[in-house]
């Protein structure tokens, strides 16, 4: 009995490691997907934010003055 039990073990390790290679692939595509439909769906409510409410152009005063660059120092 042992000495099946011997022979049978590598064959059983390796049905569950691919067994789980699988799972880990079905679960990663699962994550891609949804991922995907959350990352679709937050560009569909900015485009639509965009489309309708604008940002507002923001306006600096103009700077007087002399810029220093640093070479100037040399």
Known sequence: MQKLFAKITPFIVLGIAIVAFIFGLVLLSYLLFFGAMVGLALF?????????????????PKKHGRTLDHDDFI
């Open 44 to 60: 569909a409510f900015t485009w639509i934010k965009e489309k309708f409410f604008p940002p507002k152009a923001l306006t600096r």
